[in-house]
């Protein structure tokens, strides 16, 4: 069964997010992972949760997410 991972970036430092951003895709991708979305416009329908960067990553199943 497929896991999910997602995750609100908060982007402190822009130097280092690029880096980041370059290298993960790889990792993620050794793993069975795939984008399904990341960064973006987002509008939230209720309570007052104010999202960064949301990133969301799907997996063939939860063993190969915590890999």
Do not use: C, N, Q
């Amino acid at each position: 069964m497929a896991a999910y991972l997602i995750a609100d970036v908060d982007i402190t430092d822009a130097a280092v997010f690029e880096e980041y951003r370059r290298d993960v895709p790889a990792t993620e991708a050794r793993y069975g992972g795939r984008y399904m979305a990341r960064g973006g416009a987002t509008k939230v329908l209720e309570g007052d949760w104010e999202p960064h960067r949301l990133v969301i990553v799907e997996f063939p199943d939860m063993a190969s997410l915590m890999a």
